[in-house]
């Protein structure tokens, strides 16, 4: 096996295949460690971070990584053991995972926010012999305590280490000797290029999350792949307030970032006045909205009294043209996917293609098909259909995960994304629109549309801040349209045939049109933060069934209920 420490379960690229990477420049032949070593030797007192516990610059941050790596050795723990991470949105985090990199531990992307049904099944699944986790991630749950009842309960955990300053924490083991022994006890064990370097975890909406493996010198191409399309510069100060371990803040801020010697602010929870505030105080040049800052920035009526100049550019999910016009800096959308798809626009591209797109791949030898739903063949032009793409940086194989596996990939190698998107040329370059998934699709009478297709519009309406499209059932036509709104503040709610009004006027096929509305103030989520469609679909099915009943069965229902 050519990689220094192969990991069963993982299914590894072909020598063949990471050759013609390594020669076209879409891996690069450096593991993360050392990219730091490298960046702490021209670097060393350029601030790499800046947190609550204040700056840190690149020769700090290596020196302190190194020891890290070293006293993890020394304590008993080997190159290839897994790590399962339980940490927030702060300095410890980025510490503990360059720890990781360098020993050739491999981190385990969980969140702190799941519990004993998520944790127990990755510790059964990838057999960790490290847990680290946050001490003050939050008041009312003691993330220490369940991480050791954890450790006790499966036999795999050796070590549990904790933020903060006890015995045995992160911060005692970073400053248990000096970086001269750390990096001599550390010569000649690095990862290789080829090596796993973290086990992600995929978005999925229901169940345990499937495991992705991602390798050293393909996540840190893909990585450069970002820099070249956002022209990232060693001038850039980033800002990043959302969940950091997972793949969205590695691959598009914290590699990109120490690949060009830029500088980047950590904030442990998004406030809208504090990332306002943190931009103005630290002239940030560059961030992105995975999640609710695209909104609440949308949200801030009084945004023009704040100083945004040094502002290069922002990058969103979608609705690029609203957070340009009211933000006033330039804006891309994204999509990306841990299965290794990243597609953005470059900041100087046209604005209808920055506007009208998703954007195109970063990746320099990605390939793309638009498939037709529920087969192989490719979709017409312009016709909407299912994205499947191929490349340096897709995952080949789910971590130990054989049945799922033989189901992932088209006959020609593809992976299928399960989302649903068109392909257009715009500004002469063909790009992607992300319209939505495939599970997301409502069929009504036949006719088969994306929700998201649908709650795009909505979200123009002036009287919502967000919507959800779910599919309802109808016993005729078997699904309709049923839409959970988020109204904003004082406003009322639209009948179903004034939004159809406006759905109609905005160009939007009446079969689209939702039939039955539900006003919520917050959409119910899954552990993993993401929207719970599934519990949508759920109580609408069961308001219906209620609303059917005579009036007499449904009050003894309601006073059984209570």
């Not at 739903?373 to 299912?386: H, L, S, T, V």
């Not at 993993?528 to 007499?552: F, I, W």
Request: proline share 5%; glycine share 8%; hydrophobic share 40%.
């Amino acid at each position: 096996m050519y990689a220094r420490y192969p990991i069963k379960g993982v299914t590894y690229p072909t020598e063949a295949e990471i050759a013609v990477s390594f020669n076209e420049g879409c891996a690069l032949e450096k593991s993360a460690g050392n990219l730091i070593r490298d960046r702490a030797r021209t670097l060393r007192d350029k601030i790499l971070l800046i947190s609550d516990k204040g700056t840190t610059t690149y020769g700090e941050f290596d020196r302190q990584t190194e020891v890290l790596a070293a006293a993890l050795l020394t304590s008993g723990l080997r190159p290839g053991d897994r790590a399962i991470f339980q940490m927030g949105t702060v300095e410890d985090t980025l510490l503990a995972l360059f720890g990781c990199y360098k020993s050739g531990l491999i981190p385990v992307c969980t969140l702190p926010q799941h519990r004993e049904h998520e944790i127990a099944a990755m510790i059964e699944r990838t057999r960790p012999r490290a847990y680290f986790v946050q001490r003050d991630f939050s008041p009312n749950f003691d993330l220490v305590a369940f991480a050791n009842h954890m450790a006790e309960r499966h036999g795999h955990v050796s070590r549990v280490i904790s933020t903060g300053d006890c015995q045995g924490s992160l911060s005692c083991l970073a400053t248990s000797m000096t970086y001269d022994l750390a990096r001599s006890q550390l010569t000649g064990i690095e990862p290789d290029a080829r090596d796993v370097l973290t086990l992600q975890l995929s978005g999925g909406s229901t169940g345990v999350p499937k495991i992705i493996p991602r390798f050293h010198g393909e996540y840190l191409g893909q990585a450069s792949s970002v820099v070249r399309r956002h022209r990232l510069t060693s001038s850039d100060i980033a800002l990043w307030p959302l969940p950091l371990i997972h793949n969205a803040a590695m691959v598009v801020m914290v590699f990109p970032i120490i690949l060009t010697g830029g500088t980047l602010v950590l904030q442990s929870k998004f406030d809208r006045r504090e990332f306002l505030d943190a931009i103005e105080t630290n002239k940030v040049t560059y961030a992105g909205s995975i999640g609710p800052i695209a909104q609440s920035l949308l949200d801030d009526e009084d945004i023009s009294t704040r100083d945004l100049r040094s502002m290069r550019m922002l990058f969103v999910l979608d609705r690029a043209d609203a957070i340009e016009r009211h933000v006033g800096v330039p804006t891309v959308n994204l999509y990306g996917i841990t299965e290794g798809l990243l597609m953005t626009c470059d900041p100087a591209d046209p604005r209808d293609l920055r506007f009208a797109t998703t954007g195109y791949p970063t990746g320099l030898r990605d390939e793309i098909q638009v498939l037709q739903i529920d087969g192989e063949a490719p979709a017409n032009e312009g016709q909407e259909g299912e994205l499947c793409f191929r490349g340096p940086h897709m995952i080949r194989g789910y971590y130990d995960a054989p049945e799922l596996n033989s189901t992932a990939f088209t006959k020609d190698g593809f992976y299928r994304t399960g989302d649903i998107v068109k392909a257009a040329n715009v500004s002469g370059k063909t790009s992607f629109t992300f319209l939505g998934r495939l599970k997301d699709n409502i069929s009504r009478g036949g006719e088969k549309f994306a929700a998201e297709e649908v709650e795009h519009i909505i979200v123009r309406h002036p009287a919502v801040v967000d919507a959800k499209i779910v599919a309802m059932p109808d016993r005729l036509l078997g699904e309709k349209a049923c839409v959970f709104l988020v109204l904003r503040r004082g406003q009322p709610s639209p009948s179903v045939a004034e939004l159809g009004r406006f759905l109609t006027e905005s160009g939007l096929a009446r079969y689209k049109h939702p039939e039955r509305i539900e006003v919520v103030s917050e959409f119910p989520v899954t552990r993993v933060g993401k929207v719970d469609k599934a519990a949508m679909r759920s109580m609408v099915a069961e308001r219906m069934r209620l609303e059917d009943q005579p009036a007499q069965s449904l009050d003894v229902n309601i006073s059984e209920g209570v």
